[in-house]
């Protein structure tokens, strides 16, 4: 069986939870490769509704071991939090396994930054605020302190003290914010560690033997691929590689177990926090989809930039993604539009843009060249195939399609599991 990678097209919150919650019925292993509880992922089930940050969304189905790989990093006090309110509304959590390779959000990556987003005023980031960008920038500076620490309290304690020392400098020097007490943290992660030891593992040997068992693996990614490090509106990035190529590293597995790759686009946009977005509408129309679709961040509960599908966007997500095919989620909240546009291009100082600019100052000053199509002002939440879609439904779908490039293995009309209408097999 092969290993499927799931990863955003856009900027992130494009329901990719939900559509791994659907194929994890027949995986044995959903892992999830990259970002931290800054990401959010919906699943609605016959439980209930469930706001996951740091679990995959394959853990509602009683054969499926849930990973959290090296490429994570985790704030063990929120992970611990999800685990109890999963374990209390009867979801067993037996089946989580988390990386020892994994980095470690601290106190200190919180508090530094909330400063740096402080001390830049309106040319903020617009982060989330949970330690991500400061986490892992500390475990490319060798900085880091890992899972697998915890396992170890005399060798963990040294390396806080000294790690804390130096991030203490920090903060009064440069900050002018009150020091850290290395033994409180330490003594605070400890316990965290005694409570976590029996989920602390290899996760890369987990991932590896069940691909060599012929088990069907899914590889859940985080945000989207315009949040990506190298590939986002940089620097209105997150700070983990979102897209397909973190997959590997960020579970432990070579490209060559890779065999499909479906890239989740919403069949319009979204944007959380600050960068450009060509499409975004700022009018009735754009706060008409942001209620429809409930557009507010599972994590933080911000409300969303809404805006039309950016088919420019989409068609560099594809590339460098090399998706195999896509999924287009939430149909049913055009529903209610009597005329639909797609930017199919931009424009710039009057030339018109084909590609992706990698300059966001560039993509800030570009205008959308848009393509109307006409709306089908019929419910579509009810519909399971195909071709019981409105015919201008089906023609907005295959428009897409088109446009991006890649086949549309399946729509989604609902949040629910059942909403969704499969056109191909995805292996």
């Avoid at 799931?6 to 992130?12: D, F, Y």
């Avoid at 067993?92 to 005023?121: F, N």
């Avoid at 560099?316 to 287009?328: K, P, Q, W, Y």
Wanted: proline content about 6%; glycine content about 10%.
């Amino acid at each position: 069986m092969p290993a499927i990678v799931v990863v955003g097209g856009q900027w992130g919150d494009e329901g990719k939870g939900r559509i791994v919650d659907l194929l994890s019925r027949d995986a044995a292993v959903v892992a999830r490769f990259n970002g931290g509880d800054n990401a959010g992922h919906t699943v609605i089930n016959e439980l209930g509704e469930f706001a996951l940050h740091l679990v995959p969304a394959g853990i509602f189905y009683p054969q499926t071991l849930c990973v959290i790989g090296n490429g994570v990093v985790v704030n063990p006090k929120v992970l611990l939090g999800e685990l109890d309110l999963l374990a209390a509304r009867g979801v067993d959590i037996s089946r989580v396994a988390v990386s020892d390779r994994a980095h470690l959000v601290m106190p200190y990556h919180l508090e530094i930054e909330r400063l740096e987003e402080e001390a830049q005023g309106t040319a903020a980031i617009g982060t989330t605020r949970r330690g991500i960008g400061p986490c892992y920038a500390d475990k490319a500076a060798r900085l880091g302190i890992r899972m697998g620490d915890l396992l170890d309290p005399e060798g963990f304690t040294t390396r806080l003290k000294f790690v804390i020392e130096y991030k203490n400098r920090v903060l009064e020097r440069v900050y002018g914010a009150r020091p850290l007490d290395w033994q409180a943290v330490a003594d605070e992660y400890l316990r965290y560690g005694e409570r976590l030891r029996p989920f602390i593992r290899d996760t890369s040997l987990i991932v590896a033997r069940a691909l060599d068992q012929g088990d069907l693996v899914l590889l859940e990614g985080a945000q989207g691929t315009l949040l990506d490090l190298d590939y986002g509106t940089y620097p209105y990035v997150t700070s983990s590689s979102t897209g397909a190529g973190g997959a590997c590293l960020g579970v432990g597995i070579g490209p060559t177990r890779i065999t499909h790759t479906l890239g989740v686009f919403k069949a319009y946009v979204t944007r959380v926090g600050g960068g450009p977005m060509p499409t975004e509408l700022t009018d009735e129309v754009g706060q008409l989809l942001r209620e429809r679709a409930r557009e507010y961040g599972a994590t933080t509960g911000r409300p969303r930039r809404c805006g039309w599908f950016d088919a420019v966007l989409a068609r560099f997500s594809a590339r460098v993604n090399d998706l195999t095919s896509i999924a287009i989620t939430r149909l049913d909240i055009l529903d209610a539009f009597d005329r639909i546009r797609v930017c199919v291009a931009y424009q710039t100082d009057g030339v018109v843009l084909d590609e992706f600019p990698t300059s966001a100052a560039r993509l800030a000053a570009a205008k959308p060249v848009y393509e109307e199509l006409p709306g089908w002002l019929t419910d579509t939440s009810g519909v399971r195939r195909f071709e019981d879609l409105p015919p201008n439904a089906q023609r907005y779908v295959r428009r897409l399609e088109e446009l991006i490039g890649r086949p549309v293995s399946l729509v989604s009309v609902g949040p629910e599991r059942n909403q969704v209408i499969p056109l191909r097999p995805i292996p």
